[in-house]
């Protein structure tokens, strides 16, 4: 997951990533997902999870390297 931070806080992104061998990739805007929780809601909240649970993954790591440091 690339790019959570500026899906939730609807500011510019600040990192840029580049593959290093060929992938497929999927997005979603802001816009996208509204869309979505009309039509589906079931599929949107799950998302929505699922994102939540990675920002929370990796703020936990953060606070653990801070911690460390």
């Known amino acids: 997951?690339?790019?959570?931070?500026?899906?939730?806080?609807?500011?510019?992104?600040?990192?840029?990533?580049?593959?290093?061998?060929s992938?497929?990739?999927w997005s979603l805007s802001p816009e996208d997902f509204d869309t979505l929780a009309k039509k589906h809601p079931t599929v949107a909240l799950s998302l929505?999870?699922?994102?939540?649970a990675?920002?929370?993954?990796r703020m936990v790591d953060v606070s653990r390297r801070i911690a460390s440091t």
């Open 54 to 57: 990675i920002v929370a993954s």
């Open 23 to 25: 992938c497929k990739l």
């Open 48 to 52: 929505a999870m699922a994102l939540g």
């Open 1 to 21: 997951v690339v790019g959570e931070g500026s899906f939730f806080s609807h500011l510019p992104r600040n990192a840029s990533v580049v593959a290093y061998s």
